[in-house]
Each structure stands twice: as C-alpha cells, then as structure tokens.
C-alpha cells in the first residue's frame, strides 16, 4: 500500500517560470518529509527537506510547503532551469522510531525546456 | 568519504542463476537500507538494517530474496534463484542512526534477468 503518493508522473515547464511538484501521504505518524531528486544512471540525491513542526522551509530556488492536515506538501522551484530536469521523489519518515526508513513516492519527472 | 560504494553496477545473468548484489554504506551510518526502482512501483523498500540488525524485512518480495549485514561496513542482498520480474534498478542507501537526516544512496546496480 502506497503511503506516500505522486499522482503526477510528468511535469513540463518552461525555463524561468514556476515548477510545482505535489505530494500527498497517507501515514499521519510521518514527521519528516523530503525531496531528493535523481538524474538517469545516478542514484537519488537529497534536495530540500521540512519537519513537520514547521509548514516551508526554504533553500535557494527550492520551498517545499507542508500542509499537516491535508497530508499533502509541495516543491516549488523558482526559477526553473534546464538543469533541474530530473526525476524529482517525494519521502516521508517517521523518526520517533531511531532508522526508521524512508518511503518514497513514485516521482514526477520533471522536463525544464529552454 | 567516497559515499555508498555498490556493486556491481551492471549485472546481466540467466534466469535461475543466483545473483549477489554489494553494498558498502558510508562510515559511521548507522542504518542501512534496500530499495528497487521499476517504472511500475517507484522506489520501494526492501529491507532496512539498523546496528546491523534487520529491522523490517516486510518489503523482500519473495524468499528467492535474502540480505545481510555480517558487519558495519558491508551488505549483500542475494536473489536465489532470479528471475526476468526481477530485472530493476537495486540501491543501497545509508543515514546516521538518530534525528531528522537524510539517506546517501548508491548509484545502483541495473539488474537484467533473461
């Protein structure tokens, strides 16, 4: 059972304006949530993440949003550039439990055009 | 650190045979994770080691299926005997044991099963 879901397989912006990638979960004992981002051959490389005391957390180009009650956060990159075509992944975590492990969504591939 | 060292990272191999994926997760990381990318699923986890100790394993599809950590420094995921469903994309990824952080994959290794 999927917890932590990507219901947009693509994405396709141009480059300068706003990307938004959307996430939602299910496991309300999830209190950390990320995004990694992967490129084709490489493994997925951490990005931005948020706990879930706060609801955004900046860093440069990269906000993510949470939103507690509707399970659901966002990645809004600003500007978008060609560089950030990838497969971007959300994650969610329960930490209480010290290792626990991350559960990923499918990701949304992001195309960036010039 | 040179990060999460796996190997091999290509591996083709006859349907039947057995295949031994390999780890080496960055010192001083205290847990240690298996997950397989197809387009289907995503990321999903297999199984999650923390001190060495197999934490949940409720993700390893099948008991073709086997990991271990004999030590801090090394683990296997073993496929006894493989077949073509198997073929994916398999990653190890490993994070400091407490608090919110994030998990350093590998770069994986592209599993075909013929």
């Known amino acids: 059972d999927q917890q932590v879901k990507q219901n947009s397989p693509s994405l396709s912006v141009q480059e300068g304006r706003i990307s938004i990638l959307n996430c939602d979960y299910t496991n309300s004992m999830f209190d950390y949530f990320l995004w990694y981002k992967k490129y084709p051959a490489e493994g997925p490389t951490f990005l931005i993440s948020?706990?879930?005391?706060?609801d955004k957390n900046e860093d440069g180009r990269f906000t993510v949003f949470l939103n507690k009650s509707a399970k659901h956060l966002s990645l809004h990159i600003v500007p978008s550039q060609p560089g950030d075509s990838a497969v971007y992944f959300c994650?969610?975590?329960?930490?209480?439990?010290?290792?626990?492990?991350?559960?990923f969504g499918k990701g949304t591939s992001l195309l960036v055009t010039p | 650190d040179a990060g999460v060292i796996q190997s091999p990272r290509h591996e083709v191999t006859e349907m039947g045979q057995e295949v031994t994926l390999r780890c080496k997760p960055i010192?001083?990381?205290?847990?240690l994770f298996w997950y397989r990318q197809t387009m289907m699923r995503g990321l999903e986890l297999l199984i999650y080691?923390?001190?060495?100790?197999?934490?949940?394993d409720s993700g390893m599809p099948e008991d073709r299926f086997s990991a271990k950590m004999p030590n801090a420094s090394f683990s296997t995921l073993k496929i006894q005997p493989s077949e073509p469903r198997d073929s994916a994309v398999y990653f190890c990824?490993?994070?400091?044991?407490?608090?919110?952080?994030?998990?350093?994959f590998g770069q994986g290794t592209r599993l075909t099963v013929v």
């Open positions: 994650a969610a975590s329960w930490t209480a439990f010290s290792g626990y492990a991350l559960n």
């Open positions: 948020i706990s879930s005391i706060k």
């Open positions: 080691f923390n001190n060495n100790v197999p934490i949940d």
């Open positions: 010192s001083g990381h205290n847990s």
């Open positions: 990824a490993s994070k400091p044991g407490s608090g919110n952080t994030e998990a350093f």
